[in-house]
């Protein structure tokens, strides 16, 4: 965030504004929690939520994302070498107590969405002012998915969040492989196809997770989700003669093609995204690049 500035005009003319973190870190936490779809791509579900355990705690946030995992967001006004350890304590025991989890879902999202939580992956985000340099290390090593997320308030009308690291417990390293092989960590729909379209799948997964640092892949049984805090792509299963690709870059910017491109904003279909990309070859795969790339920076 060094060097980076913020100016909006006033009085027909133009102020700079100087980043600062929040006077208290209820502060963040409201402001979160008021947008947190919008800022994060979670649901929110609870504030200040209490574990019934010996040792007691309250939980910042809870929610849940895209793909349906459960999330638990911590914050910190400035730095604290504690955020991640007290995150991933809560974090734990939420793992061992899903019945709870599943009850909140189901009283406030309904009992579908209870029944599609993705206990695979539970996810805990921090946001705090800063972290250090063995902060991000800690992450990079842990086995849980956790996103470090950086805020900054410019006065009183703009807020930032970047992403300072975001792991999912494995490595964070994008393996280049021949496309003539499946990766071992490639989906196990995956792994099962043969073909002309296993190739083409593989080299998508490839493409979408060498765009830059920071993406991770979420599997679900209708589709994988790649995302890098929030979801940027999500790739249905190979069909018999295409691959569907779903972004989030917004389709009245694109110059759509019947075929390739369509919007489809407000049609239901598995994943996110309102842009949906066809593929049928590899040619179709470069041409969608450029797509993937404004969906990878929206995000």
């Given at each position: 965030?060094?060097?980076?500035?913020?100016?909006?005009?006033?009085?027909?003319?133009?102020?700079?504004?100087?980043?600062?973190?929040?006077?208290?870190?209820?502060?963040?936490?409201?402001?979160?929690?008021?947008?947190?779809?919008?800022?994060?791509?979670?649901?929110?579900?609870?504030?200040?939520?209490?574990?019934?355990?010996?040792?007691?705690?309250?939980?910042?946030?809870?929610?849940?994302?895209?793909?349906?995992?459960?999330?638990v967001?911590?914050?910190?006004?400035?730095?604290?070498?504690?955020?991640?350890?007290?995150?991933?304590?809560?974090?734990s025991?939420?793992?061992?107590?899903?019945?709870?989890?599943d009850?909140?879902?189901?009283?406030?999202?309904?009992?579908?969405?209870?029944?599609?939580?993705?206990?695979?992956?539970?996810?805990?985000?921090?946001?705090?002012?800063?972290?250090?340099?063995?902060?991000?290390?800690?992450?990079?090593?842990?086995?849980?998915?956790?996103?470090?997320?950086?805020?900054?308030?410019?006065g009183?009308?703009?807020?930032?969040?970047e992403?300072?690291?975001?792991?999912?417990g494995?490595?964070?390293?994008?393996?280049?492989?021949?496309?003539?092989?499946?990766?071992?960590?490639?989906?196990?729909?995956?792994?099962?196809?043969?073909?002309?379209?296993?190739?083409?799948?593989?080299?998508?997964?490839?493409?979408?997770?060498?765009?830059?640092?920071g993406?991770?892949?979420?599997?679900?049984?209708?589709?994988?989700?790649?995302?890098?805090l929030?979801?940027?792509?999500?790739?249905?299963?190979p069909?018999?003669?295409?691959l569907?690709?779903?972004?989030?870059?917004?389709?009245?910017?694109?110059?759509?093609?019947?075929?390739?491109?369509?919007?489809?904003?407000?049609?239901?279909?598995?994943?996110?995204?309102?842009?949906?990309v066809?593929?049928?070859?590899?040619?179709?795969?470069?041409?969608?690049?450029?797509?993937?790339?404004?969906?990878?920076?929206?995000?």
């Open positions: 965030m060094s060097g980076l500035k913020l100016f909006h005009t006033t009085n027909g003319g133009v102020t700079e504004v100087t980043p600062c973190l929040a006077d208290v870190e209820a502060d963040v936490q409201s402001l979160i929690e008021a947008h947190m779809e919008t800022m994060l791509g979670v649901r929110f579900l609870a504030s200040e939520y209490v574990m019934d355990c010996v040792d007691g705690g309250r939980i910042d946030s809870l929610g849940i994302d895209e793909n349906g995992a459960p999330v967001v911590e914050y910190k006004r400035g730095t604290d070498a504690g955020v991640i350890n007290q995150g991933l304590y809560y974090l025991w939420l793992t061992r107590h899903r019945g709870a989890f009850s909140l879902v189901r009283d406030r999202l309904g009992a579908p969405t209870a029944a599609q939580v993705l206990w695979s992956a539970p996810r805990l985000i921090c946001v705090a002012g800063d972290y250090t340099r063995y902060d991000v290390h800690a992450v990079r090593e842990h086995r849980r998915s956790i996103d470090l997320v950086r805020y900054r308030y410019y009183s009308d703009h807020v930032s969040l992403t300072v690291v975001s792991a999912t494995k490595s964070g390293v994008v393996n280049r492989r021949s496309r003539r092989h499946t990766p071992l960590d490639a989906p196990q729909a995956l792994q099962r196809q043969t073909g002309a379209m296993a190739e083409l799948a593989v080299a998508v997964d490839e493409t979408l997770r060498g765009l830059g640092g993406v991770t892949r979420v599997q679900r049984k209708q589709y994988a989700a790649y995302q890098r929030r979801n940027f792509a999500c790739v249905i299963p069909q018999q003669t295409k569907l690709v779903y972004l989030k870059a917004d389709p009245k910017s694109v110059d759509l093609r019947p075929g390739f491109t369509r919007d489809v904003t407000g049609l239901g279909h598995h994943g996110t995204g309102d842009l949906e066809q593929l049928r070859t590899e040619r179709d795969l470069e041409r969608a690049q450029k797509l993937f790339r404004l969906s990878y920076s929206a995000a």
